[in-house]
T-cell receptor
Framework: DAGVTQSPTHLIKTRGQQVTLRCSPK?????VSWYQQALGQGPQFIFQ???????QRGNFPDRFSGHQFPNYSSELNVNALLLGDSALYLC?????????????FGPGTRLTVT | QQPVQSPQAVILREGEDAVINCSSS?????VHWYRQKHGEAPVFLMI?????EQKGHDKISASFNEKKQQSSLYLTASQLSYSGTYFC??????????FGKGTLLTVNP
């Protein structure tokens, strides 16, 4: 049973560039949440996708956008990268219910903005 | 509003017990506990729901006081593998999970 997978593992980008991160949920899960984790901090909720729509959003600017595909996989896009966007980006999947159900995290994508 | 965890860090010897506390200023719909080892993704430990329902691993125990909006995670007879950062999250009915800052647990031989 495949768990949550994310790609790429590591990424280095320059300020002002755009980046796309990808996530495939655990088999049987249809809900995907994205989190940003800065060094030494807990994950911060970016948004959650269910049925190909953004269901809930955290306090992140519009530079952060996402998409969910019919096969439940998801992408996180960040435009106009800032140095402060450097972080570990985690994807988590769950079945219908979101907050009341356990979330399974992928290994993350380490983004470095120079 | 981010839940508050205490202590921030704790050091144990193998076999000792520990309690990690989590409190929220907002009404909680659910509390989730996760453990994250250095360089790895958070791993689900337990969910506690209003009304007393719990879902999680058999070897982990936790409590949830809905009135006080507090939860505690109980780690007994600690093993080296218990080392890591423990996060509680406050889950609202709006599906959003808000993580605390974490409690660093170190278990030494």
């Amino acid at each position: 049973d495949a768990g949550v997978t994310q790609s790429p593992t590591h990424l280095i980008k320059t300020r002002g560039q755009q980046v796309t991160l990808r996530c495939s949920p655990k088999s049987g899960h249809d809900t995907v949440s994205w989190y940003q984790q800065a060094l030494g901090q807990g994950p911060q909720f970016i948004f959650q996708y269910y049925e190909e729509e953004e269901r809930q959003r955290g306090n992140f600017p519009d530079r952060f956008s996402g998409h969910q595909f019919p096969n439940y996989s998801s992408e996180l896009n960040v435009n106009a990268l800032l140095l402060g966007d450097s972080a570990l980006y985690l994807c988590a999947s769950s079945d219908v219910g979101g907050g009341a159900n356990e979330q399974y995290f992928g290994p993350g994508t380490r983004l470095t903005v120079t | 509003q981010q839940p508050v965890q205490s202590p921030q860090a704790v050091i144990l010897r193998e076999g000792e017990d520990a309690v990690i506390n989590c409190s929220s200023s907002k009404a909680l719909y659910s509390v989730h506990w996760y453990r994250q080892k250095h360089g790895e993704a958070p791993v689900f430990l337990m969910i506690l729901l209003k009304g007393g329902e719990q879902k999680g691993h058999d070897k982990i125990s936790a409590s949830f006081n809905e009135k006080k909006q507090q939860s505690s995670l109980y780690l007994t007879a600690s093993q080296l593998s218990y080392s890591g950062t423990y996060f509680c999250t406050s889950g609202g009915s709006n599906y959003k999970l808000t993580f605390g800052k974490g409690t660093l647990l170190t278990v030494n031989p």
